[in-house]
């Protein structure tokens, strides 16, 4: 039976994950740690930019947990696990899907993987930290609310281009579509 609670201790974390990731994005990386998110949206030539410090924080934070939970509380070791298999799909998702940061190229033509390519895609619609919609990563509100709060916060039509174009930093003028 402790099987079960194991794997329900991973999946509820992994579920929580995706709160605290979106949290953590709108409240933390668009708030006061900008200075490491920024390069998330500018231009880059590198494999690497300074917002992977973020992932690599939520890591060493697991790796934490693992290493205590091993040692005799139990649930960390469950809850690290999940922290882990949630970085891991952060990893396919966000960094090879959407910002295909993969040797590989892929971008998915219908169903939940294309409105969560489109939905952050519209995050980076907007330059700057102001007026960015969907903070997620695993969940993408529908498309239509995303473009409608887009439209709503600039009062115009936003470069939502951003969903098939790959360059990250899009320009945001007024003649954009």
């Not at 740690?33 to 231009?43: A, D, I, T």
């Not at 998702?93 to 295909?100: A, E, I, M, N, P």
């Not at 169903?111 to 995050?123: I, V």
């Not at 709060?149 to 969903?163: E, F, P, S, T, Y």
Request: aromatic share 12%; net charge positive; charged share 15%.
């Amino acid at each position: 039976m402790l099987w079960l609670w194991n794997a329900l201790i991973l999946l509820a974390t992994v579920v929580l994950m995706e709160i605290v990731a979106a949290l953590s994005h709108k409240y933390i990386m668009h708030g006061w740690g900008w200075g490491w998110h920024l390069s998330h949206h500018e231009p880059h030539n590198g494999k690497f930019e300074l917002n992977d410090l973020y992932a690599l924080v939520f890591a060493v934070l697991a790796i934490v947990l693992i290493y205590v939970g091993v040692q005799g509380v139990w649930p960390l070791q469950w809850i690290g696990a999940g922290m882990t298999t949630y970085g891991a799909l952060y990893f396919m998702v966000h960094d090879g899907l959407v910002h295909q940061r993969w040797p590989f190229r892929y971008i998915p033509r219908k169903g939940y993987l294309k409105r969560l390519y489109m939905a952050h895609r519209m995050h980076h619609a907007v330059r700057g930290r102001e007026g960015c919609v969907s903070f997620g990563f695993l969940y993408a509100p529908p498309l239509h609310k995303l473009q409608a709060a887009l439209r709503q916060r600039h009062g115009r039509k936003v470069n939502v281009d951003a969903a098939t174009n790959p360059p990250d930093a899009l320009r945001d003028e007024p003649n954009a579509k």
